[in-house]
C-alpha cells in the first residue's frame, strides 16, 4: 500500500518560499513514482481542497492552477521517490494544509488538478504565510 508523508511547511512571511516535500513508502518492488500522477492540493480554513500543480507519470507533463503559475513549481529527486513543490513569492492567500496525492496511471501523459482520480493521500502539511 502506497503511504505519503508531506513535510516542509511552517511560517512564512509574504514574499518568502519554502520547500515542500512527498516522500513515498510502501511501493512495490522495481517501481517508483514513474507510474504515478502526483498532485498537491491546498485546503484553507472555510472553503474547499484545490488543486495546485500536478506532475504525470514519468514527468511528461505538469500542470499549474493559474494563482500559482510563476511562483511555484513541482520536481521529483533523483530516485523518483519524493516529489517537492517549490513555494516562491509567497503570499498570505497562500496559507493552507498542502496535501500530496498520487493516483496509478503509468499510461498517461497528463495530470489533473482535481481531486476524484486521486487514490492516495497524505496527511498534509501546515503552510502559514504571514508578517
Known amino acids: 500500500q502506497l503511504q505519503l508523508v508531506e513535510s516542509g511547511g511552517g511560517l512564512v512571511q509574504p514574499g518568502g518560499s519554502l520547500r515542500l516535500s512527498c516522500a513515498a513508502s510502501?511501493?512495490?518492488?522495481?517501481?517508483?513514482?514513474?507510474?504515478?500522477?502526483i498532485g498537491w492540493f491546498r485546503q484553507a480554513p472555510g472553503k474547499e481542497r484545490e488543486g495546485v500543480s500536478c506532475i504525470s507519470a514519468r514527468g511528461s507533463s505538469t500542470n499549474y492552477v493559474d494563482s500559482v503559475k510563476g511562483r511555484f513549481t513541482i520536481s521529483t529527486d533523483n530516485t523518483k521517490t519524493v516529489i517537492y513543490l517549490h513555494l516562491n513569492r509567497l503570499k498570505p492567500e497562500d496559507t493552507a494544509v498542502y496535501y500530496c496525492?498520487?493516483?496509478?496511471?503509468?499510461?498517461?501523459?497528463?495530470?489533473?488538478?482535481?481531486?476524484?482520480?486521486?487514490?492516495?493521500w497524505g496527511q498534509g502539511t501546515q503552510v502559514t504565510v504571514s508578517s
Open positions: 496525492a498520487a493516483d496509478w496511471r503509468p499510461f498517461a501523459n497528463s495530470c489533473t488538478l482535481t481531486t476524484g482520480p486521486y487514490k492516495f
Open positions: 510502501g511501493l512495490a518492488s522495481g517501481f517508483a513514482l514513474d507510474y504515478y500522477a
